[in-house]
């Protein structure tokens, strides 16, 4: 699977952004989900992830309650992400995968280039 994520861009803090995860080739909904940043001089980190069927979701305690994962299967998935904080400011990726820990991003196996979200105070 090809994966391609778009919606990034630069907003004011509070303000909001949807991120979408596109996929050509094999449809999403084999796969489970992640989202995942990677600040400049940091390490990657997890965002959010769903299940294959959507039932089940996964935050990282920074974002819970500011940002919501959904799938849109079989081809899209998105990151809704409101009251934005100067400390989202990253390169956003989503990924896929078959199985293993869905918070932890070694164990994906497909990703996309990256979106660029940028938040000003």
């Known amino acids: 699977v090809q994966l391609q994520a778009s919606g990034g861009g630069l907003v004011q803090a509070g303000g909001s952004l949807r991120l979408a995860c596109v996929a050509s080739?094999?449809?999403?909904?084999?796969?489970?989900m992640g989202w995942f940043r990677q600040a400049p001089g940091k390490e990657r980190e997890f965002v959010a992830a769903?299940?294959?069927?959507?039932?089940?979701t996964y935050y990282s305690d920074s974002v819970k309650g500011r940002f919501t994962i959904s799938r849109d299967n079989p081809k899209k998935v998105y990151l809704q992400m409101n009251s934005l904080k100067p400390e989202d400011t990253a390169v956003y990726y989503c990924?896929?995968?078959?199985?293993?820990?869905?918070?932890?991003?070694?164990?994906?196996?497909?990703w996309g280039q990256g979106t660029e979200v940028t938040v000003s105070s």
């Open positions: 769903i299940t294959r069927s959507g039932s089940t």
């Open positions: 080739g094999r449809a999403l909904s084999d796969y489970y």
């Open positions: 990924a896929a995968d078959y199985s293993g820990n869905p918070t932890v991003w070694r164990d994906y196996n497909y």
